[in-house]
């Protein structure tokens, strides 16, 4: 390892974290450490980085804004691709070039400043723009696939690729030709509106998302996707859910499709739940619950 360490150090040019804590950089706050963490600084550097990963067979995975994701209290025994410094923010009238480091939030509230629609329906959903782009983040019947143009990334095999939207797959909650790359960044192009009609949306859209879901505590948003024809939170609610505890871990009692940290609560807490949710739905509804977010240092733990 200490080959592998110096290896790394000598390739890279950006910010390489050691045991760093990765429940510090989940929404969820919960998570061990990862062994590295690495900051590529630029498209050169990830392309030194990922053959590095590749040709030491290392474990990997990308990071973003640490939402939509648990990660287990072992943490990750490899590499987590940090892409932070993947943040340009271009505006061209109509079109914007946006990096994946961004965050969401932030490059929601830039775009409506500048009197471009399509983005405000999306206010609030934490996280980075790659991390929305992978699994086509929506809500409130908006996705940020919506007026996507192109999508700009590097595949594991290190070629610098930018793809049509049509070429991606977009779908429900997903976005099955990107998932497995490290995603740069995209190019939109927006209509034009007035920018204080916008903000009335994007502050309505926040007073019903603060209304509807537990913001006061750290969560990763909604466990489940939306099984076809039903609500995941109202099939747990109705399984009789809402509010159970396990650990420092709830299923929270003010939307069940959440389950929300109360303080000091392990991956392992949450795994339970997220059991005890699946299980008790399947029993009662004979409906098979498939989890939105990703699991990260997990082996074989979601078996009913």
């Known amino acids: 390892m200490d080959r592998v360490r110096e290896e790394l150090y000598r390739l890279i040019r950006g910010e390489i974290l050691e045991r760093d804590p990765l429940g510090n950089r989940t929404t969820y706050r919960i998570g061990g450490p990862a062994k590295f963490l690495v900051c590529p600084r630029d498209t050169e550097d990830l392309g030194q980085l990922n053959d590095f990963i590749h040709r030491r067979g290392l474990p990997k995975f990308v990071l973003g804004g640490g939402a939509n994701i648990l990660i287990s209290d072992q943490g990750f025994n490899g590499i987590v691709v940090h892409l ?31 009197g471009l629609a399509g983005l405000e329906r999306l206010s609030g959903i934490p996280g980075t723009l ?23 990334l590097m595949d594991y095999e290190g070629r610098y690729l930018v793809l049509e939207k049509s070429k991606v797959g977009f779908g429900y909650r997903k976005a099955p030709v990107i998932k497995d790359t490290y995603i740069l960044g995209g190019t939109f192009d927006f209509p034009a509106s007035f920018s204080e009609e916008l903000f009335t949306i994007r502050e309505d859209i926040l007073a019903r998302r603060y209304e509807r879901q537990p913001w006061q505590y750290p969560s990763a948003g909604s466990v489940f996707k939306r099984p076809p024809g039903y609500y995941a939170g109202k099939l747990i609610e109705d399984a009789g ?24 609560a392990k991956a392992s807490d949450v795994m339970e739940l997220i059991r005890l ?20 240092g997990f082996d074989g733990c979601l078996s009913l």
């Not at 790659?130 to 700009?152: P, T, Y």
């Not at 949710?277 to 990260?296: D, G």
């Open 241 to 264: 859910l809402k509010g159970r505890v396990f650990g420092r871990a709830q299923i929270s009692p003010k939307h069940a499709g959440i389950i929300i940290n109360l303080g000091g």
């Open 84 to 114: 932070k410094n993947f943040d340009q923010l271009i505006f061209d009238g109509s079109r914007v070039v946006a990096g994946a480091g961004l965050i969401l939030d932030q490059f929601v509230v830039a775009c409506l400043r500048r």
């Open 130 to 152: 790659g991390g929305a782009l992978r699994m086509n983040a929506g809500a409130f019947d908006a996705e940020i696939s919506d007026h996507l143009v192109s999508v700009e």
């Open 277 to 296: 949710a699946k299980r008790e739905v399947h029993n009662k509804f004979s409906v098979e619950l498939e989890l939105e977010q990703e699991l990260i």
